[in-house]
């Protein structure tokens, strides 16, 4: 059966898409939990780098509840649980004697505590995370097996984290060619698609002040441009609903110091389009103010 068959059946599949964006991610929990206040549920999830984690954590954890654990986990974190900086690492990264900047332990050791046990292809809600083949340059859609290799997979940020080798592949961040994965959502079945922006750092007063903060934040703003072009592509081709983002929006993706800040602007403003309507238009606009 058709989309449309299934739409006018009644018959919707919705998916929510969760994007990457580092510590942007809270964005995403704020968003989450408007929707879930409004008792909106997707039928299956897609996320990419931290959106993988969301994503993964709300297919294993449905419901307000799941929400409300994940914003004590958002919360509760500082950026060594995530961006541990090692000086030596480091300079052996930058003359060329390691592929990456920063060790993965701390990340796979705050995923195992979170995710142990959960299995793609198991989760109550159909969980998918997207990675990229280091060596093909391939979109891959993880879908089954353990949820931390997976979203270790996803969050392998380039020459920030190692590349993770899984099912034969060297895999890393997602986010490298699909940060924001509607496609992957569409060739899923969805017919209902929300996708959950983390936005970027926009109206900035100054740069960012390390190396690990302008690297996320380039990387943000090269991959945001992505998501203005799938909007255009699939608006007709499904029920395309974008959560605005956030802006201004000042705060590094590698700050983690202000996740109950943007949670609760995320959660407002979320609250403030859905009670204007405004997911019916299916359109990319920033809230302001």
Not at 17 to 33: C, D
């Amino acid at each position: 059966m058709s989309g449309d068959a299934r739409r006018q059946n009644g018959q919707v599949k919705t998916a929510f898409v969760f994007a990457g964006g580092g510590s942007l991610g809270a964005v995403e929990v704020g968003m989450l939990a408007a929707l879930a206040g409004e008792s909106i549920q997707p039928d299956l999830v897609v996320g990419t780098s931290v959106g993988a984690v969301n994503g993964v954590w709300h297919a294993a954890h449905p419901g307000p509840e799941g929400v409300r654990t994940l914003t004590d986990l958002w919360t509760s974190l500082s950026r060594k649980d995530v961006f541990p900086i090692r000086p030596v690492r480091g300079l052996l990264g930058v003359v060329g004697l390691s592929d990456h900047l920063v060790p993965s332990t701390a990340l796979r050791r705050l995923l195992r505590t979170h995710l142990s046990g959960v299995t793609l292809g198991n989760t109550p809600t159909p969980a998918h995370v997207g990675a990229t083949d280091v060596l093909s340059g391939e979109e891959v859609v993880l879908s089954e097996g353990d949820a931390v290799d997976a979203v270790m997979a996803s969050t392998a940020i380039p020459a920030v984290f190692p590349p993770v080798p899984l099912g034969g592949r060297y895999l890393m961040d997602g986010g490298a060619v699909n940060n924001n994965p509607v496609s992957h959502a569409v060739a899923l079945g969805a017919d209902r698609v929300w996708v959950l922006p983390t936005g970027y750092a926009c109206d900035l007063e100054e740069p960012p002040r390390s190396a690990l903060g302008m690297a996320l934040h380039a990387l943000t703003l090269l991959v945001n441009h992505r998501l203005a072009v799938d909007v255009e592509r699939y608006r007709d081709e499904v029920d395309l609903r974008v959560v605005p983002p956030l802006c201004p929006l000042s705060v590094s993706p590698a700050d983690f110091s202000r996740s109950r800040e943007l949670i609760d602007a995320a959660h407002r403003s979320t609250q403030r389009w859905l009670a204007a309507g405004r997911p019916e238009r299916g359109l990319l606009h920033p809230v302001t103010g």
